[in-house]
């Protein structure tokens, strides 16, 4: 059994910068492999970085120079740093726990002037 609990969300103006955390317990952090996904209503959910346990990472290429993704085993915690947020980066953002059923409750990221 895994928990996740997303946080940093919110409202930012186009070309600015968030950072979504996301703070795993209940199984060996180090040995997961974790996701950030997004959704917009009508869409389907859509992957948008994985960080595999070795500490690579993977990009979509719609967020691939603009977005970071990293884990921390220290503390259990995976982030998602956004910059140069664009207005199509609006959404509810989820952590996921890769090859697993394991889904954060989501966090609202919004890219409004």
């Known amino acids: 059994q895994v928990q996740l609990v997303e946080s940093g969300g919110g409202l930012v103006q186009p070309g600015g910068s968030l950072r979504l955390s996301c703070a795993a317990s209940g199984s060996i952090f180090s040995g997961l492999h974790m996701d950030w996904f997004r959704q917009v209503p009508g869409k389907q959910r859509e992957l948008v970085a994985r960080v595999w346990s070795d500490g690579s990472a993977d990009y979509a290429d719609s967020v691939k120079g603009r977005f970071t993704i990293c884990k921390n085993n220290a503390d259990n915690t995976v982030f998602l740093q956004m910059n140069s947020l664009k207005y199509e980066d609006t959404a509810v953002y989820y952590c996921?726990?890769?090859?697993?059923?394991?889904w954060g409750q989501g966090t609202q990221v919004t890219v409004s002037s």
């Open positions: 996921h726990v890769f090859g697993t059923a394991y």
